[in-house]
T-cell receptor, first 113, second 114 residues
Framework: SQELEQSPQSLIVQEGKNLTINCTSSKTLYGLYWYKQKYGEGLIFLMMLQKGGEEKSHEKITAKLDEKKQQSSLHITASQPSHAGIYLCGADNNAGNNRKLIWGLGTSLAVNP | DGGITQSPKYLFRKEGQNVTLSCEQNLNHDAMYWYRQDPGQGLRLIYYSQIVNDFQKGDIAEGYSVSREKKESFPLTVTSAQKNPTAFYLC?????????????FGPGTRLTVT
């Protein structure tokens, strides 16, 4: 079965610094989703990637899917306290009648002012 | 504003009682989902429904039940058979975007059973 590994598990950065979070799949990714979650709240959809080499941006957050479609990276430029939260990646398992999202465990980000 | 509502945000129950968590959406989405989130375990799918009057078990359906009588509503009942019911429960609905389904989440309900 497909598994997603996120790294790092947690990250503390100074405001204004850039950072990268990775999501690595045990199988070729059919579709990869990035979400953000504030503690105790629901998930906010950021973006979805499907093609190898694809790159999308949402405000100061950029996500890319590598050419081999087994890893996605999420990059935040000039981080702000509002970027703090948990970032989760989810992969579409493309499994016919049992189609669902497989989830990583998340990366917890803290941004110090 | 369109969105997904879950109520209540916090719920407390005694062990042995059934409890029903509400999930309503006005996004006109066909599919709806229930997830459970525990520290260190990520999101786990409990049940999902792709159409009214139909639903399927997810990965951890034991001890839970659902109904889908209306497109807008997908309530989850946590029964006394669920051994570890204390958790954060998230409801989602999805819209098809080409070959893919984008899931949108409600704010969650934190259930504590003592």
């Amino acid at each position: 079965s497909q598994e997603l590994e996120q790294s790092p598990q947690s990250l503390i950065v100074q405001e204004g610094k850039n950072l990268t979070i990775n999501c690595t799949s045990s199988k070729t990714l059919y579709g990869l989703y990035w979400y953000k979650q504030k503690y105790g709240e629901g998930l906010i959809f950021l973006m979805m990637l499907q093609k190898g080499g694809e790159e999308k941006s949402h405000e100061k957050i950029t996500a890319k899917l590598d050419e081999k479609k087994q890893q996605s990276s999420l990059h935040i430029t000039a981080s702000q306290p509002s970027h703090a939260g948990i970032y989760l990646c989810g992969a579409d398992n493309n499994a016919g009648n049992n189609r669902k999202l497989i989830w990583g465990l998340g990366t917890s980000l803290a941004v110090n002012p | 504003d369109g969105g997904i509502t879950q109520s209540p945000k916090y719920l407390f129950r005694k062990e042995g009682q059934n409890v029903t968590l509400s999930c309503e959406q006005n996004l006109n989405h066909d599919a709806m989902y229930w997830y459970r989130q525990d520290p260190g375990q990520g999101l786990r799918l409990i049940y999902y429904s792709q159409i009214v009057n139909d639903f399927q078990k997810g990965d951890i359906a034991e001890g839970y039940s659902v109904s889908r009588e209306k497109k807008e509503s997908f309530p989850l009942t946590v029964t006394s058979a669920q051994k570890n019911p204390t958790a954060f429960y998230l409801c989602a609905s999805s819209i098809r975007q080409g070959d893919f389904y984008e899931q949108y989440f409600g704010p969650g309900t934190r259930l504590t059973v003592t």
